[in-house]
T-cell receptor, first 111, second 113 residues
Framework: ETGVTQTPRHLVMGMTNKKSLKCEQH?????MYWYKQSAKKPLELMFV???????ENNSVPSRFSPECPNSSHLFLHLHTLQPEDSALYLC??????????FGQGTRLTVV | QKEVEQDPGPLSVPEGAIVSLNCTYS??????FMWYRQYSRKGPELLMY????GNKEDGRFTAQVDKSSKYISLFIRDSQPSDSATYLC?????????????FGTGTRLKVLA
């Protein structure tokens, strides 16, 4: 595996479900990110972890809960989501403030 | 005023044309500038990364930064149908914080064979 890998690629969940998105980076980077991408909107930064410590939390609702157990893995735990949370969720990594390297994303649909 | 403005397109050009994609921004503190290419149903792919003003060339791609005008450009020479994608600009640094890069909404490019 190379680059940034996200699983699952697609997820359909009910509003009462709990699910998790997983991200793994094989680039040796020291920072990892979660972004949300909705149609016709710019990428929205959700969370940033640097050296496994959360350094940014962009006023994201508590129904999104990140976890970074080590510098290569990042999770986004989801619970009681709303239909407006349906979007493409992208994980990225970088070395310090260098350019972001993105995964393929998880297409989330909340029904 | 948005921090980063990008024409959404779509921009349609014939194969072989020179393509010019642009972004304007309002925060004069930005120091890092990037261009990404995103194919449908894929994650963004980093194309160019530049620091401060000037030009950077990589194959058929040239990135230009004009900090005095708060304007960045990506030029694609000899465009190919495989270049058809959405192109995102991104920028950050200075007062925006270490990790907070601001993205444009993307310009959709179609290169016609």
């Amino acid at each position: 595996e190379t680059g940034v890998t996200q699983t699952p690629r697609h997820l359909v969940m009910g509003m009462t479900n709990k699910k998790s998105l997983k991200c793994e980076q094989h680039l040796g980077h020291n920072a990892m990110y979660w972004y949300k991408q909705s149609a016709k909107k710019p990428l929205e930064l959700m969370f940033v972890y640097s050296l496994e410590e959360r350094v940014e939390n962009n006023s994201v609702p508590s129904r999104f809960s990140p976890e970074c157990p080590n510098s290569s893995h990042l999770f986004l735990h989801l619970h009681t989501l709303q239909p407006e949370d349906s979007a493409l969720y992208l994980c990225a990594s970088s070395q310090d403030r260098q350019g972001r390297f993105f995964g393929q994303g998880t297409r989330l649909t909340v029904v | 005023q948005k921090e980063v403005e990008q024409d959404p397109g779509p921009l349609s050009v014939p194969e072989g044309a020179i393509v010019s994609l642009n972004c304007t921004y309002s925060n004069s503190a930005f120091q890092y500038f990037m261009w990404y290419r995103q194919y449908s149903r894929k994650g963004p792919e980093l194309l160019m990364y530049t620091y401060s003003s000037g030009n950077k060339e990589d194959g058929r791609f040239t990135a230009q930064v004009d900090k005095s005008s708060k304007y960045i450009s990506l030029f694609i020479r000899d465009s190919q149908p495989s270049d058809s994608a959405t192109y995102l600009c991104a920028m950050g640094g200075g007062t925006s914080g270490t990790y907070k890069y601001i993205f444009g909404t993307g310009t959709r490019l179609k290169v016609l064979a």
